[in-house]
Structure formats: C-alpha cells, structure tokens
C-alpha cells in the first residue's frame, strides 16, 4: 500500500517536472532584454507630418510640422532554438511585453542554436568574438543530456509500473536525478553567464557600435523560471522512485 502511494505521489510530481524541462527547452524566453538601441537596418525615430492650410490672395499655402515619434524600445527574447526581437510600447515591462498576447505579428528572429553565447563569423580576434564562448558548448551538451535522461527515466518509468519490476523503478528514477542534475548545472551555468559576462554587449551585438550610450535592461525569463521550478520536482521522483525499487528489491 505504501509502495503505491509513493509511486503515485513520484508519478504526479515527476510527470509536472518533466513537463516543465520540455516547456523550458520548447520555448525561447530564458533571457529577456528590452533596449533604446533600434533594430539594425531600421532608423531609431519616425516623424508624422501634418499640413493645415493658411488663407492668401489667389494661393494658398501648406504649413507643415513635425509631430515627434511615438517613443518605443526593442524587446529581446531568446532560447535554445530563436532569438527574436521586435519594437514595442516602452510603457510595457519586458516581462509582460513578450507575452504570446502581446507580441507583434511580424519580429526579427534568428536561429538561436547553441545559447547563449555568440559564435564570431570571420576572422578572429573579431569585433564580436566573446573568449568564453567555449561555455556554450557545456549550456548545450548538458541541456540535451537533461531532456533525453528525462524521456527516458519517464518511459522507462511507465513500463516499470504494471510489471512491479524493482529494475526498472531503479534504473528510471536514477535517470530522472541525473536529469534534475544536468538541469542544475545548466541553470547555475546560465546564472553565471548573467552575473559575470557583459549580457549588455551580447544584447546590443552589432547594434552597439551605433548606440554607444544605450541603455539596456535585462531579465531572466520565463522559460528559466519554469526550469528552476522543475528542478526540485524531477530530483523528488527520482528519489522516490529509487527508494521504491529497493524497497520491491528487499521483497523478492
């Protein structure tokens, strides 16, 4: 009896922590930005001209003023897979603005493979080049590591279930503490790359040499908050599960 409960209770909560790593790997809001810069090709300021009509002898005459731009920032949103920016309302905060209901139809995206550090195009040292760049490759090895021990730790899991096979509890639940554990590590990787490297000059890019005195504001996202609150929920069933194959070992 109490061998179905924990595995009930590890089921419930291992299945929500699963489900958080794929909705953190899925969607590509682990960094958000937002800037003064303007986007690359695009000027920084629009103006609106209105004419009105002054009475003259036989001709008549157009004055024309200038009516400013409506202020606006450039959000930043950035993953695993894309990293998308696009003009918005400087009155939204980030976090809310890049909220699937509050996007634009139309927004620059770039594969954002490898996140998140930039690999330089060209010769080096380039104007772009980042010496940690070495970093990314770890983010990435250890992020795909997470999500495929995860599958399997569940699969594996959902087979152990109706055949009560302590082997199966074992190997499952092991697999799903190493994947709370490469997602630990990708999480305090992440931490450290925000904390300790330049994120503004990363989030500006090639913007930067134009905007030398932008201002740019920076947040982790919703996709790491989701992975943080994963991390607990994996490790638990893992634990659980674990706990439930020895204890199926010590009966037979």
């Known amino acids: ?3 179905g409960v924990a595995a009930l209770v590890g089921g419930i909560v291992g299945v929500l922590g699963v489900l958080c790593f794929l909705v953190a790997f899925g969607t590509d809001y682990w960094l958000l930005a937002s800037d003064d810069c303007g986007v690359v090709g695009q000027p920084e300021t629009t103006h609106n001209f209105t004419g009105t009509q002054s009475p003259g002898n036989g001709s008549e005459a157009v004055e024309l003023t200038q009516e400013p731009a409506t202020p606006s920032v450039i959000l930043h949103h ?3 897979f894309w ?3 696009f003009p918005a309302d400087p009155s939204f905060h980030v976090v809310w603005a890049v909220l699937f209901t ?3 139809v139309q927004k620059i995206c770039t594969h954002g493979y490898l996140f998140p550090l930039p690999v330089a195009v060209g010769p080096v040292p380039h104007p772009m080049y980042d010496a940690t760049a070495v970093f990314r490759g770890f983010w990435t090895v250890f992020t795909v590591l997470a999500v495929v021990a995860a ?3 569940g699969f594996l899991l959902v087979c152990a279930v109706p055949f009560f096979s302590h082997k199966l509890y074992r190997t499952g639940g092991a697999f799903l503490i190493t994947a709370a554990c490469l997602f630990l590590a990708v999480v305090v990787l992440f931490l450290l790359w925000k904390e300790l490297v330049d994120v503004r000059r990363y989030i500006l890019q090639e913007r930067g040499e134009g905007c030398p005195d932008a201002q740019v504001e920076v947040h982790y996202g919703w996709s790491f908050m989701v ?7 994996v490790l638990l069933s893992g634990l659980l599960f674990l706990c439930i194959g020895k ?5 037979t």
């Open 1 to 3: 009896m109490r061998t």
């Open 78 to 80: 950035e993953g695993f």
């Open 83 to 85: 990293r998308c920016l």
């Open 102 to 104: 509050n996007q634009p």
């Open 151 to 153: 599958l399997t730790g």
């Open 227 to 233: 992975v943080v609150a994963g991390v607990p929920l």
């Open 247 to 251: 204890s199926l070992q010590r009966q």
